[in-house]
């Protein structure tokens, strides 16, 4: 199996941005003293997470990361592809699991079903 996906699914750039800022911001305070210093760490975990969580699409798996670890999910054990109330996707799995899919929205779920080679016919989706 190829190293590279064929697709990378990550979260909003927005999360992104809003992390930075509020690194930003937390500077002076983390600075004023040093037993504010551990401040810092919550921007820096949300920076770290929006940078590596996310789902990537290979021709013959799901790979769903998170900030510490992930799970490789090869399609033959998905059952099912479902959005929730909120839009986002979880996989339903073979043996009932379900697992999120980080940063699958209702949006872009036919564009992770043509990377991994499952097209979507037109009538499919809403």
Not at 36 to 54: E, K, S
Not at 61 to 73: C, F, K, M, P, Q
Not at 90 to 100: C, E, F, M, P, Q
């Amino acid at each position: 199996m190829s190293d590279h996906p064929v697709l990378r699914v990550r979260k909003s750039g927005a999360v992104l941005v809003a992390a930075l800022i509020g690194l930003v911001g937390t500077i002076p305070i983390a600075g004023s003293s040093w037993a504010r210093t551990p401040l810092l760490l919550i921007p820096i975990a949300v920076l770290a997470w929006t940078w590596r969580a996310g789902t990537d699409v290979y021709p013959g798996e799901l790979r769903v990361r998170a900030l510490i670890g992930g799970s490789r999910v090869p399609f033959g054990r998905i059952a099912e592809l479902a959005p929730d109330e909120r839009g986002r996707v979880s996989a339903l799995l073979d043996n009932g699991n379900v697992i999120r899919l980080t940063g699958v929205t209702r949006d872009n779920l036919p564009l992770v079903l043509q990377a991994s080679g499952h097209p979507v016919a037109a009538g499919d989706h809403q």
